[in-house]
Nanobody, 129 residues
Framework: QLQLVESGGGLVQPGGSLRLSCAAS????????VTWFRQAPGKEREGVSC????????NSASSVKGRFTISRDRAKKMVYLQMNSLIPEDSGAYYC??????????????????????WGQGTQVTVSS
């Protein structure tokens, strides 16, 4: 079955850290750009961070810059989102999404669901004391 699977969410206190993982099942994630999105209750889904196929190009929303880091391990075919200095506003369901692209391309957090070939089911992040 072709799918993305997120993991690593949970409950954390403000100021804490979490690392989310995105794994591909049934296809090679190396051929895909990967974007992390999040959605809080009652709010629209927003792009958080993206990474190119090579891993050398990344982009992040201004609200998370300096706190979140996206990376990929091509050997393990995984994409990670390291989240530090978490605040309650970071709470929500986090999704990874993948779209195939060129090796030298730049990533972009395009909030169009149908653009992406694969979406994960999401992992919940709750930041609360």
């Amino acid at each position: 079955q072709l799918q993305l699977v997120e993991s690593g969410g949970g409950l954390v206190q403000p100021g804490g850290s979490l690392r989310l993982s995105c794994a591909a099942s049934g296809f090679d994630l190396d051929y895909y750009f990967v974007t992390w999105f999040r959605q809080a209750p009652g709010k629209e889904r927003e792009g958080v961070s993206c990474i190119s196929r090579s891993g050398f190009n990344t982009n992040s929303a201004s609200s998370v810059k300096g706190r979140f880091t996206i990376s990929r391990d091509r050997a393990k075919k995984m994409v990670y989102l390291q989240m530090n200095s978490l605040i309650p506003e970071d709470s929500g369901a986090y999704y990874c999404a993948a779209v195939r692209g060129p090796l030298t391309g730049l990533c972009a957090m395009v909030p169009r669901e149908k653009l992406y070939e694969f979406w994960g089911q999401g992992t919940q992040v709750t930041v609360s004391s």
